[in-house]
């Protein structure tokens, strides 16, 4: 009987044995083809596919390192890059080695998700595996960079709310590119939701795109329409740019190379048959998509990619001429032009602020928006302004456009609390300097005014143009331009910003003082000694200002002699005071770098007091500069010191407080 009862027990094993393997076998095997299946669409180029397939064969196995990296780099394609994270964080577990990117692509999921310290750790890693020659490495620096830009952006928050536009405009499907006329009564758009013109699918599975209008009625938009068959085709047909006054419409048509067309809106409401911009502005064998127009009509701003350009899309200007008609288009140089894409152009109401979308300049990732003034007393247009975050994120933001009181703007985000895949989002700007004089332009321009709570309005009419700091890096002694990492702080020693000086040694930065203040220019490179330039910037005016400071870099070779002009001192004394500590930190620093340099430190005084006075005092400097540096560990041997009082002067004392300012020195000389 025991017998009888082991045997059935050892068969109901068997068979809860057998049952459990067939069951792994066939997950394993439905892992497998849903993996086939997605590789298969990946290579069509099909994403969404792919990653549908990829996700169907997760639920069976969340422990396979190669899957989870191939779902982390569909949804690195995909209009959600910030989902890829958890994927490429199981896959790096399981695998360190799953992919010979994987470090990279760590970074990009890292800083999608505005994790930028974690997102720069795995650059700087990917980075260090790179031969020295690889063409990647232009790329990771510029991601670097990003992530340094995103910490700084994200520690000082634009002051501004984002709202969806709400369920009436946007759809299941995805809707884009919204443009609003001055006003704010109407706003046109993209979607490819049904119920588009042909109702046909294009390759990617998706309804071609279709322009949409709404209008506001009672400070709500109505339902979305169908902008008609006039304008709308089988095709994709989008929307890039309206008049101020809402009466022209500038659409972008896939007819080959992709043109710009424009249609005007007739008396009885309808549109006209979209036509190709007469001139230039269009070219058979470039690209044009997108445009903007300024608020009396005369100049056009488009996005190309022609040639002579500075790099991918490049911004153009064109003007119309007396007789009605297009001139010649410009290139708006390599202030806003970079070598990468820049485009998504929008002219501010007050016709000098010019918005646009670019991958390069100061960003944080994707395209970010900046902003631009234009100097008419000069040509010019001043250096481009990050919109901050959270206007800018690490992804794309991009088509930018603001009512003509500057109060709101609009663009489309790809966001987690959306209802399609991009959905239209407005954002409710700070208030503005210049506000009423926007609105007397409104109102000059017959446009409705929308109510406003009196107590928001400025009452300053004027615009405070931002003031630029530029300058050129050289070599001191042969004037050659250098290319160098350039940072500006601030009084209190802030760091303002730090951009890299182009190939002519070339660079730029933008502030807005609301007075006058102090800042410091550093630079520094490998075999050169450091400059740390203090200097004044006066408050921000109606007129552009700019401030040139140039920056010479002398080499390290025995007997030069290097000025240390950020060294302070209590008043007839030997005290250091702690606004020395960037020049003292530098100088540290280089000492360390160069471990067989010997230097000699020296103090200067200007005429005031007696010789034998001003020599004891200077020489007292001197030597709690080397006192400093020996506390922090540099050896005394390789370190004298002298005090030459007013015995070496590099200007006259004679009355001239600038030049006595000039003598009150210490200095640094290289003897070994």
Not at 136 to 165: H, W
Not at 170 to 190: L, Q, R
Not at 570 to 589: G, M
């Given at each position: 009987?025991?017998?009888?009862?082991?045997?059935?027990?050892?068969?109901?094993?068997?068979?809860?044995?057998?049952?459990?393997?067939?069951?792994?076998?066939?997950?394993?095997?439905?892992?497998?083809?849903?993996?086939?299946?997605?590789?298969?669409?990946?290579?069509?180029?099909?994403?969404?596919?792919?990653?549908?397939?990829?996700?169907?064969?997760?639920?069976?196995?969340?422990?396979?390192?190669?899957?989870?990296?191939?779902?982390?780099?569909?949804?690195?394609?995909?209009?959600?890059?910030?989902?890829?994270?958890?994927?490429?964080?199981?896959?790096?577990?399981?695998?360190?080695?799953?992919?010979?990117?994987?470090?990279?692509?760590?970074?990009?999921?890292?800083?999608?998700?505005?994790?930028?310290?974690?997102?720069?750790?795995?650059?700087?890693?990917?980075?260090?595996?790179?031969?020295?020659?690889?063409?990647?490495?232009?790329?990771?620096?510029?991601?670097?960079?990003?992530?340094?830009?995103?910490?700084?952006?994200?520690?000082?928050?634009?002051?501004?709310?984002?709202?969806?536009?709400?369920?009436?405009?946007?759809?299941?499907?995805?809707?884009?590119?919204?443009?609003?006329?001055?006003?704010?009564?109407?706003?046109?758009?993209?979607?490819?939701?049904?119920?588009?013109?042909?109702?046909?699918?294009?390759?990617?599975?998706?309804?071609?795109?279709?322009?949409?209008?709404?209008?506001?009625?009672?400070?709500?938009?109505?339902?979305?329409?169908?902008?008609?068959?006039?304008?709308?085709?089988?095709?994709?047909?989008?929307?890039?740019?309206?008049?101020?006054?809402?009466?022209?419409?500038?659409?972008?048509?896939?007819?080959?190379?992709?043109?710009?067309?424009?249609?005007?809106?007739?008396?009885?409401?309808?549109?006209?048959?979209?036509?190709?911009?007469?001139?230039?502005?269009?070219?058979?064998?470039?690209?044009?998509?997108?445009?903007?127009?300024?608020?009396?009509?005369?100049?056009?701003?488009?996005?190309?990619?022609?040639?002579?350009?500075?790099?991918?899309?490049?911004?153009?200007?064109?003007?119309?001429?007396?007789?009605?008609?297009?001139?010649?288009?410009?290139?708006?140089?390599?202030?806003?032009?970079?070598?990468?894409?820049?485009?998504?152009?929008?002219?501010?109401?007050?016709?000098?602020?010019?918005?646009?979308?670019?991958?390069?300049?100061?960003?944080?990732?994707?395209?970010?928006?900046?902003?631009?003034?234009?100097?008419?007393?000069?040509?010019?247009?001043?250096?481009?302004?990050?919109?901050?975050?959270?206007?800018?994120?690490?992804?794309?933001?991009?088509?930018?456009?603001?009512?003509?009181?500057?109060?709101?703007?609009?663009?489309?985000?790809?966001?987690?609390?959306?209802?399609?895949?991009?959905?239209?989002?407005?954002?409710?700007?700070?208030?503005?300097?210049?506000?009423?004089?926007?609105?007397?332009?409104?109102?000059?321009?017959?446009?409705?005014?929308?109510?406003?709570?009196?107590?928001?309005?400025?009452?300053?009419?004027?615009?405070?143009?931002?003031?630029?700091?530029?300058?050129?890096?050289?070599?001191?002694?042969?004037?050659?331009?250098?290319?160098?990492?350039?940072?500006?702080?601030?009084?209190?020693?802030?760091?303002?910003?730090?951009?890299?000086?182009?190939?002519?040694?070339?660079?730029?930065?933008?502030?807005?003082?609301?007075?006058?203040?102090?800042?410091?220019?550093?630079?520094?490179?490998?075999?050169?000694?450091?400059?740390?330039?203090?200097?004044?910037?006066?408050?921000?005016?109606?007129?552009?200002?700019?401030?040139?400071?140039?920056?010479?870099?002398?080499?390290?070779?025995?007997?030069?002699?290097?000025?240390?002009?950020?060294?302070?001192?209590?008043?007839?004394?030997?005290?250091?005071?702690?606004?020395?500590?960037?020049?003292?930190?530098?100088?540290?620093?280089?000492?360390?770098?160069?471990?067989?340099?010997?230097?000699?430190?020296?103090?200067?005084?200007?005429?005031?007091?007696?010789?034998?006075?001003?020599?004891?005092?200077?020489?007292?400097?001197?030597?709690?500069?080397v006192n400093w540096l020996v506390s922090k560990g540099i050896?005394?041997?390789?370190?004298?010191?002298?005090?030459?009082?007013?015995?070496?002067?590099?200007?006259?004392?004679d009355d001239e407080p600038e030049g006595r300012e000039l003598?009150?020195?210490?200095?640094?000389?290289?003897?070994?």
């Amino acid at each position: 009987m025991i017998f009888k009862y082991t045997s059935i027990l050892s068969k109901i094993i068997f068979i809860s044995y057998l049952l459990l393997n067939l069951s792994f076998f066939s997950n394993a095997q439905s892992e497998k083809k849903y993996i086939k299946e997605g590789d298969a669409a990946k290579a069509a180029g099909d994403n969404k596919v792919a990653l549908k397939q990829y996700l169907e064969a997760y639920k069976l196995n969340q422990n396979n390192a190669s899957l989870n990296n191939k779902i982390g780099i569909q949804y690195m394609k995909s209009d959600y890059p910030h989902k890829c994270l958890p994927y490429f964080e199981s896959a790096y577990k399981i695998d360190p080695k799953v992919d010979v990117d994987i470090l990279f692509n760590l970074g990009v999921a890292n800083q999608e998700n505005h994790r930028f310290a974690e997102a720069s750790e795995f650059y700087t890693q990917f980075r260090a595996t790179l031969p020295v020659t690889s063409p990647l490495l232009k790329k990771v620096d510029r991601r670097i960079y990003e992530c340094a830009n995103g910490v700084e952006f994200m520690a000082q928050p634009v002051d501004v709310k984002i709202t969806s536009a709400g369920t009436v405009i946007n759809s299941n499907f995805p809707d884009f590119a919204p443009v609003i006329s001055a006003d704010e009564k109407v706003m046109i758009f993209t979607s490819r939701r049904t119920g588009s013109t042909g109702g046909q699918l294009d390759e990617t599975g998706q309804f071609y795109e279709d322009i949409y209008i709404s209008k506001k009625v009672n400070g709500e938009w109505g339902t979305p329409q169908n902008i008609g068959a006039n304008i709308n085709t089988d095709g994709h047909d989008a929307s890039i740019a309206l008049s101020a006054d809402g009466s022209q419409l500038f659409i972008y048509k896939d007819d080959g190379s992709g043109d710009i067309y424009y249609c005007k809106l007739r008396a009885d409401g309808s549109w006209s048959k979209p036509l190709p911009i007469e001139g230039s502005v269009n070219s058979r064998v470039s690209y044009e998509n997108a445009a903007a127009v300024s608020p009396d009509g005369n100049t056009l701003f488009f996005a190309s990619n022609r040639e002579g350009g500075y790099g991918g899309l490049d911004l153009y200007m064109v003007k119309m001429n007396e007789k009605g008609f297009w001139g010649k288009p410009t290139n708006l140089g390599p202030v806003i032009n970079t070598e990468d894409d820049d485009e998504g152009p929008f002219m501010d109401f007050d016709g000098i602020t010019l918005y646009f979308s670019s991958r390069a300049h100061k960003g944080m990732g994707g395209y970010d928006i900046f902003k631009t003034y234009y100097d008419s007393t000069r040509a010019t247009w001043t250096e481009p302004i990050n919109m901050g975050y959270p206007i800018n994120t690490a992804n794309n933001d991009i088509y930018f456009v603001l009512s003509g009181d500057g109060s709101h703007g609009y663009y489309a985000s790809a966001k987690d609390d959306g209802v399609g895949e991009k959905d239209i989002y407005m954002i409710s700007m700070p208030p503005r300097e210049d506000k009423q004089a926007l609105l007397a332009k409104m109102k000059a321009m017959n446009l409705e005014i929308q109510s406003v709570a009196p107590q928001i309005i400025p009452t300053v009419a004027a615009v405070l143009l931002p003031i630029t700091i530029k300058g050129v890096v050289k070599d001191a002694e042969t004037g050659s331009p250098i290319s160098s990492s350039v940072q500006l702080t601030d009084a209190n020693g802030v760091l303002v910003s730090e951009i890299m000086a182009d190939q002519n040694g070339m660079f730029s930065f933008i502030v807005n003082n609301k007075e006058a203040s102090q800042y410091t220019l550093s630079t520094e490179k490998d075999g050169y000694g450091f400059v740390n330039k203090t200097f004044s910037v006066p408050a921000a005016a109606t007129i552009s200002q700019e401030i040139t400071q140039n920056l010479a870099l002398k080499k390290l070779a025995v007997g030069n002699i290097f000025v240390l002009r950020n060294i302070y001192f209590d008043f007839d004394k030997a005290i250091l005071k702690a606004t020395s500590n960037k020049e003292l930190n530098n100088l540290l620093q280089l000492l360390q770098k160069n471990p067989a340099m010997d230097i000699e430190i020296s103090g200067h005084t200007d005429s005031k007091g007696s010789d034998e006075y001003n020599k004891v005092l200077s020489k007292k400097r001197a030597q709690a500069v080397v006192n400093w540096l020996v506390s922090k560990g540099i050896s005394k041997s390789r370190l004298t010191y002298e005090g030459y009082g007013e015995s070496r002067p590099l200007a006259s004392n004679d009355d001239e407080p600038e030049g006595r300012e000039l003598n009150r020195r210490t200095e640094f000389k290289i003897i070994k």
